[in-house]
């Protein structure tokens, strides 16, 4: 199986990571993760993404805040797909990374999820990888069903408390 890709540009972002990891993790996919900045360390973004697809990457996550363009500079030199996570910092809400993440030049696209969307970004990373992979297709559709079933035993309880 291809392995997932995952770039910060900050530690500060570990706890949406860390989200991101736990449910690649359930999923038993693998994952490599680093800190990379496209502002302070543009050459080792570089050459991670130059190289990710001999290295056995199959998609990259990038999360970033404020200005945001780690996603960017990553999808801009791989043709591997590329999913930002814009994070929320204490400017703007981050409305500012995620109007950085989603506007990218068109010919250089980058999936966006939601401000601090780490487990949708590792979904949609899993979602891709199973294009070709018809285990993980599997476990996610258990996942979708196994969800569903969460939701519909806490229908069934509050309809229980409210509706005599």
Do not use: W
């Amino acid at each position: 199986m291809k392995k997932v890709g995952i770039v910060m540009g900050s530690d500060s972002d570990l706890p949406i990571i860390k989200k991101a990891t736990d449910m690649l993790t359930s999923l038993d996919i693998p994952f490599e993760v680093h800190v990379y900045s496209a502002h302070r360390t543009p050459e080792e973004a570089r050459n991670f993404s130059c190289s990710a697809r001999d290295n056995g990457f199959g998609v990259i996550i990038a999360a970033a805040g404020m200005a945001a363009h780690l996603a960017g500079a990553i999808a801009a030199n791989t043709t591997l797909p590329v999913i930002g996570i814009p994070c929320k910092s204490s400017n703007l809400d981050g409305m500012d990374a995620l109007l950085s993440t989603v506007q990218m030049p068109s010919g250089i696209p980058v999936a966006t999820v939601a401000i601090n969307g780490g487990a949708n970004a590792a979904l949609l990373a899993a979602e891709i990888l199973a294009v070709s992979d018809k285990a993980l297709a599997d476990k996610l559709d258990e996942k979708r069903k196994n969800d569903a079933k969460a939701v519909l035993e806490k229908d069934a309880k509050i309809f229980a408390e409210f509706n005599l």
